[in-house]
Structure formats: C-alpha cells, structure tokens
C-alpha cells in the first residue's frame, strides 16, 4: 500500500504563532496563564497544555469571577475575541496576550471598515465558529452570517427596508467553492439585488494557507483511494478538507487521533493520503502514517 | 389589431434636459451655437435642432480651428466628454454648456472614485459608444471595457501582473441581464479570480429609466405578437431594447421613422406593441401608431 502524506501538514502559522504565545506565557511560573477558550481546535493539543499548567477559562464571562484572574495572563486565541470581552478581562486585572491570527486580524478589520463606510455586511461562514463570533463582536452585530445560498434568499425576502450597499467577507477557513457559489449565489439566487444595491464591495478574507492546504486535499482526494483528514472535530477547517474530498469522489474518513481509525477501511485500498487541519500536529499525521504502514 | 403604445414612450429626464438646453442656447441669436456631436442619438431630432441653427461640431478638434469657436456657446451632449475637450473648446474662447445626463454624470464619479481608490477598473459596454468613451477619458483611459464573457477571460490570461483589486461599472444604458451575466462571469469564468483578487467594488451606475423602459418593453414583447422598436440607429438604449424584444421571443423590428416600416410585416398580426428608446420624441411613436391603425 502506498501512504502520501500531504505537504501541508501540520501547523499553519496562525496557529504555530499562537502556541508559541502559549508557551511564553507558561514559562512565567509566577502568574497564573488561561485561554479564553480552548486556544485552537484540537482537544490533544488543548490538553496537553492544560496538563502544563494553562487553565481554560470558560467563555461566559459570568463565570470569570471565580478563576481569579487578578494579575493573569490570558491568551486570545487564534480565532480572536469580541471586543467587550477583551476589555472585560483588563477591568478584571488580567493581562490579556493577543493571539488572534493575523489574517483573522485582517477579516475583523475589513468587516469593521465595510460596516464603517455604509455596507450592509455579509459574513459567509459558520454563525456559532468563534472566528465569526469575534467578527460579529467587532461590528456589534451588525451581519447577516451565511453559509447556504438560501440564506441570502431569505434574508432578502425578509428585508423591509431598502438596502443599498452590499458588503461581504467569509470566514478565513471557508473554503473557494463554497466562497465563490455565495457570491455568485447573490448574483443568481436574487435577481432584484444586483438592481436595487447601488454598491457592492468584496473584501477576500480567505486564508492562504487554508486555500493551499485545501488545494492539495482536492488533488490527493483525486489520485488516492482512500483519504484520511485528521484534526479536531470541532475544527472548521478540518470539516471543509473532509468535504472537498468527499467532493472529490475519494473514500474519506476524519479522525482526531490514530486511535480512532478503523484499520478495517484500508481492505483493497492501494493508495492513502493523510491530510490534516491547520490546528493538527505534524506528528499526529506521523502516527497514522505508522499506522497504516503497519496495518 | 390591437396596438398598445409604450408608457414609457418619449425622452428620458436625461435627453428632455439636454434639450430644453439646446432650446436656450439657440434662444441667443447674437452667439453661434454648437454642440459638439450629434447631441442626441436620434437624427431626426438633430436635424431639426440643425434647422434652428445648431452646428454640429467634429469630435475631432483638429477640425475645431475652421469652425471659428471664439464667442460661442458649444453644448456637450447628455453622453459626456472626455475632459481635455472641454478644456480645448474653453481655451478656443468657448463656452461650454453641459448637458451631461446626471446619471452619466454619476458613473463618471463612480469611475474616478474606484481609479483613485485603486482599483483596476471595468466598464461594462460598448468600448466605441461616447459616454464610454468620455467615462474613459476621465480616469485616463485606465480601464478595460467589456461587453461579453470571453473577454473577461482574455483580459485575465493576457495579464502579466497581480491585479489585487478590481472595480466594476457599467455604461448606464447597458441592459440588466448583460450587466448581470457579465458580473456574474467574472465570478464563474474566470475561476482564479475570486482567489487571486482581494478585493472586488462593483457600483451600479445603470440609469433607472433605462431599466423601466426595458422591462416595460420586455412585458410587452411577452404579450404581443410584433413589437416596434423605434429609435436612432446608433442608439445604444433602443438597440438594447430590441434585443430585450427579440430574447422574450416576440417577432420584433427596428425603425427610425414611420417612414421606414414595412406594412407588410402585419400580416396576420393581432397585437402591436410600439415602444422607444430614451432620445426618441414621443410624436414619432404615435406617428407609428397611426400609420399602423390605418395599415
């Protein structure tokens, strides 16, 4: 059997930035270190840091009073932070240390720019993913979120009022054909819109990464019989690569650890690739590797 | 037979105003009177304009010497002009009276805007038509006209650098469904774009009486057996109107005069339809009117 493992494994270089915040902030044994949240989207990797020491602090502020957050550091993480929480934390005497990734960053600063200049905001992605949450935080609320072209249909039909400038980003990790058949789903899906918005602007706030690591999964789907995609369940990313493959026509499987793959999948297949999320170790990979060429 | 006659039949508010300044600027004997093209695409009209005194000057103003433009009055037509005609014809000693339409007026601004936010810019037309042409004049002809699909394609394999931003407008006259199939095409033909672009500002400049004629004259041709396109040969507007008439599968013809239609064409015709283009006086749509009630 052959094993290709794809090129872009493991960390992406929000993430890698943020664990190295992480690890700063764990060597000052003298102050107590939280997420908001846990810091990426892999339940392995939030544990281990858990197991050194960095405590989760949970996401409702309501409960903050308790963890004692006086003189902490809290890291931001990668998916960035409503504005108010942020500010909440520094009232709480916390030390806030930013790890929103910088092409998030720049998603956050289009959508406040969009909404400053008169647009009426799209975001396409997931509503409840943290990354559009702290988005939706940046323009206090102000977006409609869609990830269906239906949606946009909807909200059309439920608008009462004109709406004249049209604004839209997505979410960094959506993924290019989902991106491009809600732009072009605006177009065809709602005919009215294109003559009744004086203006629509487009802001790409798609991650290159994303799009690369999501470029090589379409042709290792293409050319593999069967795909392994490994990350964290609750990983956007890692959903949209398992679905570009599915896409693709390859037999695919997602998992989280080498623990969980079903070796009984491998009958009659020749070829695997192992893919991976942008919050997936490389050394995650590594194992299922071994494990498939054992197996 | 039944005919039904337009509702949207006579100039539009663009061309009813550059006429009522012709009547002004003719008002003057002591000052010649120019205007600088046809003012209107309708040569019936221009000819009659041509009778009360109304020169028409070359667009080329390597003729202008000859025509002895010290102390006149040279109106720009509702289409626009590129600038630095305006500014030759006032360093000739004449004054300019501008009849620029105000919706052309807006997507001239609407081009600048984009030009000087950046933006690589699109116009959505016919390259040859003169308010393309003055629109191009006023970004320093710093942009690509389009008017079908495949030239998107074109444009984009024949560029050599990263164009990051892109700017859309249209020619104001420019039918709803070529403005939105070209939109669209950017989208679905040229499948790098959304990925390489990182912004994209689309405005609407098309004119709102433009798009009532045509979906008035796209619901007639849908009830009625024949429609009577009536208007100048050059017109953009009537020729738009025509295709509208033709795609909604009604047997259509187009004519400049009563003068010019063929009697014939109503043989076993039960619904007459007679509709104009915007530079098109409403006589002469009830003088088809009238030749078809007698026919």
């Known amino acids: 059997m052959e094993i290709t493992l794809a090129r872009y494994a493991g960390f992406c270089p929000g993430v890698r930035r943020a664990m190295r915040m992480a690890q700063e902030v764990l060597g000052d044994p003298e102050r107590p270190a ?32 308790a963890a004692g957050l006086a003189g902490s550091r809290v890291i931001i993480r990668s998916h960035g932070v409503r504005p108010h929480l942020a500010e909440r934390l520094a009232d709480m005497g916390a030390e806030t240390v930013d790890a929103t990734c910088p092409t998030v960053k720049k998603a956050q600063k289009a959508a406040m720019r969009l909404v400053g200049e008169g ?41 009462t009022r004109m709406v004249r400038k049209i604004g839209i980003i997505a979410q960094t990790t959506v993924d290019l054909l989902t991106f491009r058949s809600l732009v072009e789903g605006l177009i065809t899906e709602v005919p009215e819109m294109i ?25 290792l789907a293409l050319s593999h019989d069967l795909v392994v995609v490994v990350g964290g369940r609750n990983s956007s990313n890692t959903e949209f690569l398992r679905r570009i493959c599915e896409t693709a026509g390859a037999r695919t499987v997602k998992v989280e650890t080498a623990g969980e793959l079903d070796t009984s999948l491998l009958e009659g297949v ?19 590797r071994r494990l498939l060429a054992s197996g």
Chains 1, 2 share one sequence.
């Not at 509503?127 to 059309?156: C, F, M, S």
């Not at 009744?196 to 802001?203: D, G, H, R, T, Y």
């Not at 020749?270 to 299922?288: D, F, H, Q």
Request: net charge negative.
């Open 195 to 219: 003559r009744e918005v004086s203006e629509m602007k487009l802001i790409n706030t798609l991650c290159r990464n994303t799009l690369a690591r999501q470029a090589e999964a379409l042709q």
């Open 270 to 288: 020749s070829r695997v690739a192992v893919v991976g999320g942008a919050s997936t170790p490389r050394e995650r990979l590594e194992e299922i």
């Open 34 to 65: 939280f997420s908001l949240g846990p810091i990426i989207h892999n339940p392995q990797v939030v544990e281990e840091l858990e197991r050194r020491g960095l405590r989760i602090l949970p996401e409702d502020p309501g409960e903050w009073e």
């Open 119 to 159: 647009y009426h905001l799209f975001i396409i992605g997931n509503r409840e993913h943290p990354e559009v949450q702290a988005i939706l935080g940046h323009v206090n609320r102000d977006a409609v979120v869609i990830k269906e072209t239906r949606e946009l249909k909807e909200w059309w039909e439920g608008q």
